[in-house]
């Protein structure tokens, strides 16, 4: 596609369950991260891949948060057993792997955890 | 540590006012700096950047300098519109790959 990808667009699930969000990078951008934006906390950083790989997963707030990538294209964010401090909106973005090279932003998922 | 703060908003300007957004940054060495901007209803997008101390980064009127005195990148705009309303972000590069830390964001709402 042309640019990035999210989806759900939106998710409304039960505290205690669990949900995946899904990203489509754009194609060529080996270099994919996942941000959250919270009301008053601005954007946190989450997790960077490389391809498939995780070099940097020091954003992950605790260990029911994981991610993955297959192909060097998309990528999952499971988020189990959720709780209300996980509503948030969760941004995806893509680039080339050049250091201070533009990031593209998918239009994020937001989730509600009631 | 290595952070980004940016001037509380909300910034509420009438049409063709004068826009400041103050944004400074600590960090080990001189990072890039960059401003994305996010229209309502839109994804995260770059508005402008400078990769080294004294550049001025420009687009659609908007204007940033690296001020590595003053460890600071602000954004100004000389005449703002009402199709400016939108938050603004201040982030701060990384060194080694992409990874930008971002600032709070201020909302900007310009009324006609």
């Known amino acids: 596609g042309a640019g990035v990808s999210q989806s759900p667009s939106n998710k409304v699930t039960e505290k205690g369950k669990d949900v995946e969000l899904r990203c489509d990078p754009i194609?060529?951008?080996?270099?994919l991260y996942w941000y959250r934006q919270s009301l008053g906390q601005g954007l946190e950083f989450l997790i960077y891949?490389?391809?498939?790989?995780?070099?940097?997963k020091s954003g992950l707030p605790s260990d029911r948060f994981s991610a993955e990538r297959t192909g060097g294209s998309v990528s999952t964010l499971t988020i189990q057993r959720t709780q209300q401090e996980d509503s948030a909106v969760y941004l995806c973005?893509?680039?080339?792997?050049?250091?201070?090279?533009?990031?593209?932003f998918g239009s994020g998922t937001q989730l509600s955890v009631l | 540590g290595n952070s980004v703060t940016q001037m509380e908003g909300p910034v509420t300007l009438s049409e063709e006012a004068f826009l400041t957004i103050n944004c400074t940054y600590t960090?080990?060495?001189?990072?890039?700096l960059f401003w994305y901007v996010q229209y309502p209803g839109e994804g995260l997008q770059l508005l402008l950047k400078?990769?080294?101390?004294?550049d001025k980064g420009s687009n659609k009127g908007f204007e940033a300098t690296y001020r590595k005195e003053t460890t600071s990148f602000h954004l100004e705009k000389g005449s703002v519109q009402v199709s400016d309303s939108a938050v603004y972000f201040c982030?701060?590069?990384?060194?080694?790959?992409?990874?930008?830390?971002f600032g709070q964001g201020t909302i900007l709402t310009v009324h006609p």
């Open positions: 973005a893509s680039s080339l792997p050049i250091v201070n090279e533009k990031l593209f």
């Open positions: 194609s060529g951008h080996t270099a």
């Open positions: 891949f490389q391809g498939n790989s995780a070099p940097d």
């Open positions: 960090a080990t060495g001189y990072p890039s």
């Open positions: 400078a990769t080294k101390a004294d």
């Open positions: 982030a701060r590069g990384g060194t080694s790959y992409g990874k930008l830390t």
